[in-house]
């Protein structure tokens, strides 16, 4: 922390090629996403949901792993309060079927079909549209705390390096191959708070600074503003990714996802609060710059001495 302070690194220096690698990944996170296309998950485009119960407690792993390698690799496994399994997958032809209540039992000893439900492309493309729904509301809602907040040039500048976040996370799972389900969508919006929670810390420095500093060069203030926070971030970051590297690791497929969600949109919001956020508002503030402060009015002096 003093060694930054004392060396004052210009971080910042060349603020405009920090635009064009934002822009750069933007881009290439959306080509990305054309080409290798959204694996929407069962939840948005409809399946067939059977609900079992067994004899025994089934190992959901265990049986993950023996349905992925039947042929049904997105099958979604849950376990109920009293000890049922739910499975929702694709459509089920008789022979996957048979091999899916065939796995079932094997791993709890014995299983009875509780429920079974055709999940429509109808409801679906509702769910999808809720889905959406949600993440519009929350884009908004960010906007508009930020615009009243601070002024519209920061407003903006943090609303830009949100959208280069989600971007870039989209990005590398739709060219992973992972898929897009409610998991990824509470992911999304986990990631959408803390990159505007990040780009808000600094940005009240920032704004602390210009105030302390009114007559420096707008590229001066975020810099030094950016290297005053810049440990909180690293520290934050680091944490974060640390308790996410181990929920990766540890957390079995059905958190796999989820975590790595999270780690991707640490490690990315980290960055693009400093190197996205930081240098549009500069660009921002260099093309609208703020109102002069009006001077005060002269007072005058009247014949009896007194100051009006």
């Known amino acids: 922390h003093e060694w930054v302070r004392e060396a004052r690194p210009q971080l910042l220096g060349n603020w405009k090629r920090w635009i064009i690698v934002s822009a750069t990944l933007v881009v290439l996170a959306g080509v990305g996403l054309v080409v290798s296309g959204a694996n929407l998950g069962l939840e948005f485009v ?18 993950r792993t023996v349905l992925t390698e039947g042929g049904l690799p997105r099958a979604l496994i849950q376990e109920t309060g009293d ?3 739910i499975i ?26 509780v429920r079974d439900q055709f999940i429509g492309p109808t409801l679906g493309v509702e769910l999808r549209n809720r889905a959406l729904t949600a993440l519009g509301i929350a884009v908004l809602v960010q906007l508009a705390y930020l615009a009243i907040r601070f002024r519209w040039t920061i407003a903006l500048s943090s609303v830009l390096a949100m959208v280069h976040d989600v971007a870039i996370l989209v990005g590398v799972f739709a060219v992973f191959g ?5 998991v990824f969508l509470a992911a ?15 940005f009240d420095r920032i704004r602390e600074t210009m105030a302390a500093r009114p007559d420096d060069d707008v590229q001066e203030v975020v810099n030094d503003a950016c290297l005053q926070t810049l440990p909180r971030t690293i520290n ?15 957390g079995g497929d059905t958190l796999a996802d989820f975590a790595l969600a999270l780690l991707i949109g640490t490690v990315v919001g980290s960055y693009s ?17 703020r109102p002069e402060p009006e001077p005060e009015p002269k007072k005058k002096r009247r014949a009896d001495g007194a100051v009006v």
Do not use: C, W
């Open 178 to 182: 992972k898929t897009f389900d409610g």
């Open 46 to 63: 409809g399946g067939r949901l059977v609900e079992y119960s067994t004899d025994e407690r089934v190992d959901i792993d265990e049986l």
């Open 273 to 289: 609060s400093i190197f996205t956020a930081s240098p549009i508002a500069i660009a921002l503030e260099k093309r609208f710059p």
């Open 88 to 113: 929702r997958t694709e459509s089920l032809d008789d022979a996957q079927e048979q091999f899916v209540l065939d796995s079932v039992a094997a791993a709890g000893g014995s299983a009875a079909m």
């Open 236 to 250: 934050t970051g680091m944490g974060a990714m640390l308790i996410l590297v181990s929920l990766y690791v540890l």
């Open 83 to 85: 000890g049922h399994v």
């Open 188 to 202: 999304l919006l986990t990631v959408i708070g803390y990159s505007v929670n990040d780009s808000v810390v600094i």
